[in-house]
């Protein structure tokens, strides 16, 4: 069912919806961008619609509200341990389509991976309903579609901003409250059907490619800060930190915290060791994790084509020609044969 | 019959150059940043006035060499639309845009060009050297100051008499950061070392910060972030034969208001301890002869510190003596 909302009837869903729910959105932030003077587009908790960045892309993704950055999984003391609850409301995430489909990946990473349920995601994601944003156009960076991300489904409601109100689709029992709120409309829902940016999926990808020159020139290039993989909606990559508090040793906690495959440290063994000193290997280990190795075991790829690894490069490596560098390659090579 | 009163003349912002009766402008470019447009007049000053050359001077002005002295007041209608856009639009007082600048002496404020355009500034540059200007000249004291983006100090604020140099205050939340390390080891390379990982996140010592912000360009999760905008202030930098020295911190972590507030208490200091029996006595020399305790007192009159500010209560300036 479709209903047309104004602001404030939009804002009397959110209030009452609050009430059961926490609700995160996108959210211009003013001044914390990197930059002075610039602003920063991340996900927060929000009370009113009128907080909710509809234009800009974020930087960061929605997957820190079910797997945050930092999250404590145990409290510990020397006798006994408790593990930290997440509260009783649900959740709500307001996203775009290519997000929705980047919390399927995470939940195969999570749920479905190697036959163990990872408990800790599975309760707050569990909690989640998604209200998605359309994407009115296509940013510049976006490559949704040759990833076949741009539709969504799975969701609970999907908003149109357009003159001044919400356009709303909705499923489910939410439909009962947006009667209460909004009066009746047609919708149809529109996708994004092209991008400016477009890649090309290799088939497959061997190792033929891995002494291929490309990595030499992205290991010259790339400074393995991260930005690429801590922005990816769909990097779910994390370490393990026992933290013994400072004024008394004998108690602490555990944590999972974020952990990026760029990053130095990623693969550090015993003895100084690491598998990928080489800027251009973990460029390399990345991508084919993205477009070939999460396939192989889930039969689809991982990258969803959102491209804020692209918009956050701050030594504009684009993701989206690195792909397509590959799959050149890859053709060059079935060729050669 | 060529009868020149010379003071008025250097009052003017021309100067006495070694060519009889050749005298060179000096333009004012507020901040070091002026729309293209203006050097249309530039050029045809130069052109028309003087030897068709132009200097780029050390404080980001303009010197237009080979002027007859008999021309400056064509000159002078002809510079109208840069003291118009350039100084009057920015607030600055000026009663007679054809009359040429009514005052030499306080020197252009020079700036960086800012978070405009660099990554690395905290604040816009321009911005604040035009409420400088604005506060400050027309004035003949001998004054030269100048604003820089971040302590990586690019328009060499610590060569000023007073050099403002725009800080930021970072914002930690621990929660958003993955222990990276990547702010740790960049202020520890290219900064002051005051980041440490404890426990796995990141802790700062205030009394070893710069806030330059560097922790915060490098965090990609933007667990670093922005908070207040400061200022520190490094004052009585020098050239000049006698005791060429660095300027040196007099405050930190003061906001705008105090900033603006010090500069202009400082002239009244001048006005009060300046030598009159030399033709110009630079401000770091009044300082040298009434001592800091005496600066301190008339420039912080009215001054709020804040939370974080401090004003340093004794300077051992150094430099050398020739």
Request: charged share 25%; hydrophobic share 35%; net charge positive.
């Amino acid at each position: 069912m479709a209903y047309w909302l104004d602001m404030d009837s939009f804002n009397g869903i959110l209030k009452e919806l609050s009430a059961d729910n926490v609700v995160y959105a996108p959210v211009k932030m003013t001044g914390k961008g990197a930059f002075s003077g610039t602003d920063l587009v991340a996900y927060r908790e929000i009370s009113g619609v009128e907080q909710i960045e509809f234009k800009e892309k974020s930087r960061f993704s929605p997957k820190e509200i079910v797997f945050p950055i930092t999250q404590t999984l145990l409290y510990f003391t020397e006798e006994e341990y408790a593990v930290p609850g997440t509260g009783e409301k649900g959740i709500i995430v307001f996203c775009r389509p290519c997000d929705v489909n980047a919390f399927k990946r995470l939940d195969e990473i999570f749920l479905r991976n190697g036959g163990r349920v990872d408990s800790y995601y599975r309760e707050l994601r569990e909690k989640v309903r998604f209200f998605v944003i359309e994407c009115a156009e296509s940013f510049d960076s976006c490559f949704c579609v040759s990833m076949g991300t741009n539709r969504a489904d799975g969701y609970d409601v999907f908003i149109r901003a357009a003159g001044g109100g919400f356009l709303c689709d909705v499923r489910g029992d939410l439909a009962t409250l947006f009667e209460k709120f909004g009066g009746p409309a047609e919708m149809s829902l529109r996708f994004i059907e092209e991008n400016k940016t477009k890649v090309s999926i290799p088939e497959s990808v061997d190792q033929s490619v891995f002494g291929h020159g490309i990595w030499r020139e992205y290991a010259s290039r790339c400074i393995a800060c991260g930005r690429c993989t801590v922005s990816c909606p769909t990097c779910s990559c994390f370490t393990m930190q026992d933290i013994f508090y400072e004024d008394n040793p004998n108690r602490g906690e555990r944590r999972r915290v974020w952990a990026s495959c760029m990053i130095d440290g990623f693969t550090a063994m015993a003895g100084g060791h690491g598998f990928r000193e080489d800027h251009g290997d973990r460029m390399r280990f990345k991508l084919m994790h993205k477009i070939s190795d999460f396939r192989k075991r889930f039969g689809y790829n991982m990258c969803v084509g959102c491209g804020r690894c692209d918009d956050v490069c701050p030594e504009y490596i684009s993701f989206a020609r690195a792909i397509n560098r590959v799959d050149a390659l890859m053709k060059e090579a079935v060729e050669n044969v | 019959m060529l009868d020149i009163n010379t003071k008025k003349l250097m009052k003017n912002a021309y100067r006495i150059t070694k060519h009889r009766g050749i005298t060179a402008l000096r333009v004012r470019v507020l901040g070091g940043g002026l729309d293209a447009g203006y050097l249309d007049v530039i050029k045809a000053i130069a052109e028309r006035f003087g030897n068709g050359k132009v200097h780029i001077t050390t404080r980001q002005g303009f010197e237009i060499p080979g002027i007859p002295m008999e021309k400056i007041p064509g000159v002078n209608r002809l510079l109208a639309p840069v003291i118009q856009g350039l100084e009057v639009e920015m607030g600055v007082g000026i009663a007679d845009v054809n009359g040429g600048y009514p005052a030499a002496g306080t020197r252009n404020v020079s700036a960086c060009i800012g978070n405009s355009v660099c990554p690395f500034a905290n604040f816009n540059t321009t911005e604040l050297a035009g409420k400088i200007e604005k506060l400050i000249y027309p004035n003949d004291f001998h004054v030269k100051i100048a604003v820089t983006g971040c302590p990586n100090d690019c328009i060499k604020a610590h060569m000023q008499d007073i050099g403002v140099i725009g800080l930021v205050l970072p914002v930690y939340d621990p929660g958003r950061c993955m222990g990276c390390g990547a702010c740790v080891k960049n202020c520890r390379k290219v900064a002051s070392g005051a980041l440490e990982m404890v426990n796995y996140k990141v802790r700062r010592d205030h009394r070893r910060c710069l806030g330059c912000g560097e922790c915060v360009l490098k965090c990609p999760t933007s667990a670093w972030t922005r908070g207040d905008q400061y200022y520190r202030l490094v004052i009585m930098g020098r050239t000049g034969k006698k005791n060429p020295r660095l300027a040196r911190t007099f405050l930190e972590w003061v906001n705008e208001g105090a900033v603006l507030k010090v500069i202009g208490n400082m002239y009244g200091y001048i006005e009060k301890y300046i030598d009159r029996s030399l033709p110009k006595e630079h401000v770091g020399y009044i300082v040298d002869r009434t001592g800091l305790p005496v600066f301190s007192q008339e420039v912080l009159q009215g001054i709020e510190l804040g939370s974080l500010g401090r004003a340093a209560g004794f300077i051992p300036f150094g430099g050398y003596t020739y």
